[in-house]
């Protein structure tokens, strides 16, 4: 019979690509901030807006140290699809028109904002394709390239199959070609290590709740001498680019989360990664025909997508209401359309329909591995 758990009692956490669980110390943080009574960090006449203003500018330098980037270049926002919004749109409506470049896997955040720009505003727009394993063709890139090309926005890892951009490469390329490089790293802060000098960036994306911080916050890179539009008009906060107050709490929570990821948070993806490959051989021992959607050789180490034969992932995911695992990206959960990221590879319909994507993190064990491995097997046993 597959794992059943009971409503108090907490599933096996296999989808740390939606959300990562608040790391303790983080918490303990976040709670502080708000036992503390800070004030608004803005108010500059009293010791409670002064506490408050120290703990939003430490944050702030913590978030720059995990990326290789100047305090003053961090500003923050409500979490990555705002940033990838602010970046893109701001970015481009400062330069009034263009042509801008961004690949077939991006997240939505970053496909809606550039074709929002080329539909309704005066701009131009290249989708690139990516090959089988989910990897931008360089070449097709560099092709596209025009005089006009003014931005180029490519993730760093993917969201749902793991995969990792040549980001190097790419930033050359644009840097060659006077081009401003955006690189949404949501998934990959904390995973790899990111340095907004080395891939030449001009722009990057993070979120706090990808790095088991709270959610509600992340930051935008904005490199010095980037002119950007605020897309929100009405205070001088953040330089201006992004109007309204800081959430103190929530920022100084995200400033720990970062200072963890740049401590352990790379020694750990080799721990993460012996889990991740115990859950696919575990797999592959019983499902021979299964398939691992994407480039495992530059891979997330927290990362498995794969394709089971002759079942939809959602039948076996209800029969196994003690695994959380995903079937999409949970951006995308309740539209009912095929990830457009398996589409990109080049799967059949039948090869999407059996797809799951499996995140791995901090608090996974070596037991709730094995135990997910039965599950699924049984789960899977029980359909075919």
């Known amino acids: 019979m597959c794992l059943n758990m009971s409503m108090t009692d907490q599933p096996i956490y296999l989808d740390y690509h939606a959300t990562t669980p608040l790391d303790p110390r983080v918490r303990e943080v976040l709670l502080s901030a708000y036992d503390e009574g800070l004030g608004n ?10 506490r408050a203003h120290e703990a939003v500018e430490a944050a702030r330098l913590e978030v720059a140290k995990l990326i290789g980037a100047r305090a003053h270049e961090i500003i923050f926002t409500s979490g990555a699809s705002e940033a990838n919004n602010l970046a893109i749109l701001g970015a481009c409506r400062e330069r009034g ?10 997240h939505p955040s970053v496909l809606e904002a550039c074709r929002h720009l080329a539909e309704h505003e005066d701009f131009s727009l290249d989708v690139v394709p990516v090959n089988e394993d989910g990897i931008v063709d360089l070449s097709k890139l560099k092709a596209v390239f025009r005089p006009q090309t003014i931005l180029v926005s490519i993730m760093l890892a993917n969201n749902e199959i793991g995969t990792l951009q040549p980001g190097k490469k790419i ?18 802060i904390g995973r790899i290590e990111v340095d907004v000098t ?25 490199r010095s001498g980037t002119m950007i539009e605020p897309l929100v008009h009405g205070g001088s906060q953040e330089a201006g ?7 103190t709490p929530l920022v100084a929570a995200f400033g720990e989360a970062c200072r963890i990821a740049r401590v352990e948070g790379f020694d750990e993806q080799k721990r993460i990664g012996g889990l991740r490959d ?19 050789a530059h891979r997330l180490a927290c990362n498995l997508n794969v394709s089971l034969p002759g079942v939809r992932a959602e039948q076996i995911l209800l ?29 059949a319909p039948e090869q999407i329909d059996g797809a799951i994507r499996f995140g791995l993190g901090r608090f996974t064990t070596q037991d709730e591995i094995d135990v997910a491995i039965e599950a699924i097997m049984q789960a899977y046993e029980s359909i075919t």
Request: include cysteine.
């Open 41 to 50: 960090p803005h108010s500059t006449s009293h010791s409670a807006g002064w």
């Open 97 to 106: 028109a263009g042509h801008i470049v961004t690949s077939a896997i991006e």
């Open 171 to 188: 930033g050359a390329i644009a840097h060659e070609a006077d081009v401003l490089y955006h690189a949404d790293a949501t998934q990959a």
């Open 198 to 222: 080395e891939i030449n960036a001009a722009l990057m994306s993070i979120s706090g709740h990808k790095i088991h911080g709270p959610m509600g916050v992340g930051a935008l890179f904005i």
């Open 241 to 247: 680019i992004r109007p309204g107050t800081v959430p």
């Open 278 to 296: 115990r859950l696919l051989a575990g797999l592959q021992a019983k499902i021979p025909d299964l398939e691992v959607n994407g480039s495992m």
């Open 319 to 347: 029969k196994c209401p003690g695994i959380a695992a995903s079937t999409g990206a949970a951006c995308a959960t309740g539209s009912q359309k095929p990830s457009h990221v398996l589409k990109a590879l080049g799967l």
